[in-house]
């Protein structure tokens, strides 16, 4: 077997069974492990593959853009998981960011009345949070993306750039050991100066956002404070991003 089919295989492989041991690709392709190390270096220059302790993980790409509606129920359990460890960070005094999602939401639905101030660029938090008496809401106005409900363009963007916040909570797409990524240019800007103007930043993300790639990169994980996930996310996953020194908050502790 060529060394370009060997490494069609070892994509297929990994596609299939999402992540597999150097030695499980040797006995599959009947080739020796120092070779399947070679090809999995190769792979990932290229950019296909993640490397982890003793083995690989696929990549999945994708760039359907799925609306809010689409994406609400979906994860419930996973995102209210998210939802209350993102509130344990969360101190009276606080000025806190809100990224619009579905993740975000649920953690605005979790939130205690604290005397605290929520800046955001979802109509779906202000709603949420209208009613909270101590909570004080700043929107930062803009252009309705109306398949995902979140304000962005110029004003969004203007409005939070003359803004501090103590902490920001960023929904994702797509997270690899390389790159934070959602599916859209204009959400993308928004992200990014979300991450610039809080002292700490966090990606909430439930395990189904792992391993996967979208079309616009806003981030390296090294760009941010940390990640909250819930309880289903890989260990192999959080294994990796702590040996990056990355930090992973899960129900379970905190890795990294």
Known sequence: MFAEERRTKILELLQKHKSMTVSELAKMLNVSEPTIRRDLAFLERKRQIIRTHGGAMAIEYFSHEPTFFEKEPLEKSAKE??????????????????????TTLEIARNMEDKNITVITNSPYIVKELSMRKNIEVIV????????????????????LSRLHADIAFIGANGITLDAITTTNLLEAEIKKIMIKIASTSYIVADHSKFGRTAFVKFAEPNEISGIITDSGTDSKWITAFKERKIRVITPGGVGG
Do not use: C, F, Q, Y
């Open 81 to 102: 998981e998210i939802g209350k460890l993102a509130n344990s960070l969360i101190k009276d005094g606080d000025i806190i960011v809100l990224d619009s999602g579905t």
């Open 140 to 159: 930062t106005g803009g252009s309705l993306k109306k398949g995902t409900l979140a304000l962005v363009g110029p004003i969004a963007e203007n409005t």
